[in-house]
């Protein structure tokens, strides 16, 4: 079943109380003992925090499992989710999730959707938004941001003196460095350098450079202590998590070439065969980037539902199944006071 890109727009009148139905998804990425971590500053949540959250979660809200709403959208009846209805999802398959945050659920008896990168799983090798996170956390914690961004400055440079064509560095800054609600200017101007502003060999240079300077720790052994493997995940699968797609090399998906993007996808498939149902899947767009040929890829490759970032709470029948908003843990109680 498929819902082009305008359904919810113009195609389809639900019942007004099912159109309404609406879920709390809370996206989640690092959870862990922070205070005591090697690398306190990066932007996670606390163990403790998850803690407190999941107390009031289980107090105000009724979580449900990826299935059942996969079940509802095939059946185009939303009546069995109830109020108050919550889904935890957990982004890019850190080991926190297997360490921490399942023997948590298993705990409060609650499942939760995982989306982990096919390439940090399958070949142990840190994805560049990985090594963004670790070098911004550590040049924080040393106080060296105004550095690392004469260091990003001085690499373009380089790239501008051996012939590349680079806008120049303050028009860059002024144009990407745009603080939000979590972030500096600085730290968003990094970010958005190395993830998507350059082309893709020179700003994977630049974060393997920057890794090496700030976090001094070889990356495969960095990789293989980051992230889950798959033993790791089945064991968790067979514990009644669920399991999703996240790409294979955490690309924005809507901006590479189309046949770029479908191998992406394509690979991650391939991969968790057998962890994932290929004729039902869900979809976590990496940096919540997507297109129109994105979902229609997805679609025909079995896709059934996709979650975003949009910060906001989930509208049943009226916000399109492929790219469902999600709450940010921050936003939560006790962080946060939304929803």
């Given at each position: 079943?498929?819902?082009?890109?305008?359904?919810?727009?113009?195609?389809?009148?639900l019942?007004?109380?099912?159109?309404?139905?609406?879920?709390?998804?809370?996206?989640?990425?690092?959870?862990?003992?922070?205070?005591h971590?090697?690398y306190?500053?990066?932007?996670?949540?606390?163990?403790?925090?998850?803690?407190?959250?999941?107390?009031?979660?289980?107090?105000?809200?009724?979580v449900i499992?990826?299935?059942?709403?996969?079940?509802?959208?095939?059946?185009?009846?939303?009546?069995?989710?109830?109020d108050?209805?919550?889904?935890?999802?957990?982004?890019?398959?850190?080991?926190?999730?297997?360490?921490?945050?399942?023997?948590?659920?298993?705990?409060?008896?609650?499942?939760?959707?995982?989306?982990?990168?096919?390439?940090?799983?399958?070949?142990?090798?840190?994805?560049?938004?990985?090594?963004?996170?670790?070098?911004?956390?550590?040049?924080?914690?040393?106080?060296?941001?105004?550095?690392?961004?004469?260091?990003?400055?001085?690499?373009?440079?380089?790239?501008?003196?051996?012939?590349?064509?680079?806008?120049?560095?303050?028009?860059?800054?002024?144009?990407?460095g745009?603080?939000?609600?979590?972030?500096s200017?600085?730290v968003?101007?990094?970010k958005?350098?190395?993830?998507?502003?350059?082309?893709?060999?020179?700003?994977?240079?630049?974060?393997?450079?920057?890794?090496?300077?700030?976090?001094?720790?070889?990356?495969?052994?960095?990789?293989?202590?980051?992230?889950?493997?798959m033993?790791?995940?089945?064991?968790?699968?067979?514990?009644?998590?669920?399991?999703?797609?996240?790409?294979?090399?955490?690309?924005?998906?809507?901006k590479?070439?189309?046949e770029?993007?479908?191998?992406?996808?394509?690979?991650?498939?391939?991969?968790?065969d057998?962890?994932?149902?290929?004729?039902?899947?869900?979809?976590?767009?990496?940096?919540?980037?997507?297109?129109?040929?994105?979902?229609?890829y997805?679609?025909?490759?079995?896709?059934?539902?996709?979650?975003?970032?949009?910060?906001?709470?989930?509208?049943?029948?009226?916000?399109?199944?492929?790219?469902?908003?999600?709450?940010?843990?921050?936003?939560?109680y006790?962080?946060?006071?939304?929803?």
């Amino acid at each position: 079943m498929y819902y082009n890109i305008m359904w919810f727009n113009d195609a389809v009148e639900l019942d007004k109380e099912l159109a309404m139905k609406k879920v709390h998804i809370i996206m989640y990425h690092y959870v862990r003992d922070l205070v005591h971590s090697r690398y306190p500053e990066i932007r996670g949540l606390d163990q403790s925090l998850f803690i407190q959250q999941m107390d009031h979660i289980m107090k105000h809200y009724r979580v449900i499992t990826m299935e059942s709403l996969l079940e509802a959208y095939s059946k185009e009846d939303f009546s069995g989710i109830p109020d108050n209805a919550l889904l935890l999802t957990f982004d890019d398959g850190y080991v926190d999730h297997y360490t921490v945050v399942y023997p948590i659920l298993k705990k409060y008896g609650v499942q939760g959707s995982f989306f982990p990168n096919a390439m940090a799983v399958k070949e142990h090798k840190l994805l560049t938004v990985n090594r963004i996170h670790f070098i911004l956390a550590e040049a924080e914690r040393k106080g060296k941001m105004r550095e690392l961004v004469s260091d990003c400055f001085c690499s373009m440079d380089k790239y501008r003196m051996a012939g590349a064509d680079i806008e120049e560095n303050q028009k860059i800054y002024d144009r990407i460095g745009v603080p939000n609600r979590w972030d500096s200017g600085e730290v968003i101007f990094v970010k958005r350098l190395l993830q998507n502003e350059l082309p893709e060999e020179m700003r994977n240079e630049m974060a393997k450079e920057f890794f090496a300077k700030y976090v001094g720790v070889e990356e495969d052994v960095f990789a293989r202590e980051l992230y889950m493997n798959m033993d790791q995940i089945r064991c968790m699968k067979q514990g009644g998590m669920f399991f999703g797609i996240h790409g294979y090399d955490h690309y924005w998906l809507g901006k590479l070439p189309v046949e770029q993007m479908q191998k992406d996808v394509e690979k991650a498939l391939t991969y968790f065969d057998g962890i994932i149902d290929r004729d039902s899947w869900v979809m976590n767009y990496p940096y919540g980037n997507y297109s129109d040929d994105v979902i229609e890829y997805i679609r025909q490759a079995g896709c059934r539902l996709g979650v975003s970032v949009e910060a906001r709470v989930a509208e049943l029948g009226k916000d399109h199944p492929y790219t469902l908003p999600r709450l940010d843990t921050n936003d939560i109680y006790p962080k946060g006071d939304k929803g």
